[in-house]
């Protein structure tokens, strides 16, 4: 008896939560032409309010309008490609704006009271593409309930102290694409530090990294700071980012990886250095990294070698990229003690001329493999033999490759994808040299007589015939059981 009037008083409530949030969430738009050239349209949440292509004077009395409607909420008020290069005090005053854009459109002062009057509901800041000198801190104390804040695309030149400053609930921080150079140790106090997960420091003037202001950031999962003028890191730089999973460090003019330079980053889990030009990887330069780090890109830069000892420690390496390095001899020993892991190893864009006996031979785990553009003549098939059976994708196209049974293993393969219907690489035409001729022919269109085939028998057929005649048998059997059980 209690249960049952517990559970009628349940439903009386849930029912009680439904009608009201139905009535809060039911909104409607004003008359189209009291908010002209502004449209509006009603979503699940709220308003959806655009205005485009005008000015002040229009989005204000159109603001006016909205305000003279009870209970409005807007769920995404969108100001985009106006003439706005002041946000005048108290323009939203008695609106409740949960997502607010101002984009491309010249902003340059935002005034103290613009949005203050907004912060109880205001969730997500849009200030993208406009003429901001300096981060608005006046204007933005109030966001007590901001989790995004996009500022990429301004041209703010410094972050000052205190900058984000009554900022407790923000999440995401985007700066990119702004002129910042100086980055005051205290830019980033008074956000609340249990809080910022993202930040976006990419696209800007940065010479080295703003450690002391990043330091109390431990929070903090992802830190993007490409395309800056970073010339080098040393140890000591992401002390305090105890949190941080991913890295992004690619498109600076970093020239060299330094012993211990990561060691605080024992959570890090995506490293990425491409596009610098950087000739030395220290042996000591992943301590730390060891226990997390499966992503590593480290392609477009001046490596002479693969890094072998320094990757050594890192046993939980899956992403392996050195595309477009210099990078001419592999030692037989290149992947020794950590290319167990590695799913996918791009060395495309070098300058390889031969690949050793057993250089594949630990990568138990490799399905992408690309050797792209290098400078192979031979590519034998005991070299793939051990890796042929995990691999989903090779890419040996772009090599002076030259057709002989070496190859073999190659047509073999691509027939096999035809047959998994599964087209990527057949698509790409891989070519070799027919010697004595000097002409190109597409490998998987070459009879295996002219390739010099003739008499020898390969692994690869030989277990091609052995898989089939097993599958049959297998099948048989289940046939034959199928039949008995019947
Ligand atoms: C920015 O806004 C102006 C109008 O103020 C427009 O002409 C221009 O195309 C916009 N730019 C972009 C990239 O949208
Ligand atoms: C790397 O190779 C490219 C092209 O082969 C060459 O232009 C460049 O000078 C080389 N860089 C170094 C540091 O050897």
Redesign the pocket.
């Known amino acids: 008896m209690l249960n049952y009037m517990k559970i009628w008083r349940y439903l009386f409530l849930l029912c009680v939560i439904v009608v009201v949030t139905f009535a809060q969430t039911i909104q409607h738009c004003p008359q189209p032409e009291n908010i002209r050239p502004c449209t509006c349209s009603v979503k699940k949440f709220g308003l959806d309010i655009i205005c485009e292509f005008t000015d002040h004077s229009h989005i204000s009395s159109a603001m006016t309008a909205l305000k003279a409607q009870q209970n409005t909420i807007i769920f995404y008020l969108k100001l985009r490609h106006n003439n706005l290069p002041k946000l005048q005090g108290f323009i939203f005053l008695g609106l409740v704006v949960q997502h607010l854009t101002i984009h491309n459109s010249s902003l340059a002062t935002v005034e103290e009271s613009s949005l203050s009057s907004i912060g109880k509901g205001l969730t997500q800041l849009d200030l993208s593409q406009n003429s901001l000198t300096y981060v608005p801190s006046s204007a933005l104390v109030n966001l007590h309930t901001l989790i995004i804040l996009n500022l990429n695309r301004n041209k703010i030149k410094e972050l000052r102290s205190r900058s984000f400053a009554g900022l407790d609930t923000l999440e995401i921080l985007n700066l990119y694409e702004n002129k910042i150079s100086i980055i005051d140790p205290d830019a980033f106090i008074g956000l609340d530090d249990r809080k910022l997960r993202r930040l976006n420091l990419g696209g800007n003037l940065l010479t080295s990294v703003p450690t002391s202001a990043l330091s109390s950031l431990d929070v903090l999962k992802k830190l993007e700071m490409q395309e800056n003028k970073i010339t080098s890191i040393q140890e000591g730089d992401f002390e305090g980012l105890k949190s941080l999973d991913s890295l992004v460090l690619a498109h600076n003019q970093i020239r060299e990886v330094p012993a211990r330079v990561f060691s605080h980053l024992t959570q890090l889990m995506s490293l990425e250095l491409e596009g610098n030009q950087i000739?030395h990887v220290d042996p000591d330069a992943f301590i730390g990294l060891e226990e997390n780090l499966q992503y590593l890109r480290l392609g477009e830069n001046?490596l002479h070698a693969i890094p072998s000892d320094a990757l050594r420690r890192l046993h939980r390496l899956r992403h392996l990229d050195l595309r477009s390095n210099?990078i001419t001899v592999l030692p037989e020993d290149a992947f020794n003690g950590y290319g167990d892991s590695i799913s996918f190893l791009n060395l495309q864009k070098n300058?390889i001329k031969v690949l050793p006996a057993m250089i594949f031979d630990n990568l138990n785990s490799l399905q992408t493999l690309n050797l792209q553009n290098n400078k192979l003549m031979h590519i034998p098939e005991e070299i793939t033999e051990t890796v042929i059976d995990t691999l989903g994708v090779i890419d040996i196209s772009d090599n002076p490759l030259i057709c002989t049974c070496d190859l073999r293993w190659f047509s073999y393969w691509l027939k096999n994808l035809k047959d998994k219907d599964d087209d990527i690489m057949s698509k790409k035409k891989t070519v070799c040299v027919m010697l004595p001729e000097n002409r190109e022919y597409p490998v998987q269109n070459i009879p295996l007589e002219r390739m010099g085939c003739v008499g020898k028998t390969g692994r690869i057929s030989a277990a091609g015939i052995t898989s089939s005649f097993s599958f049959d048998i297998i099948k048989l059997i289940l046939i034959i059981v199928t039949a008995a059980v019947l």
């Open positions: 000739t001046n210099n300058l």
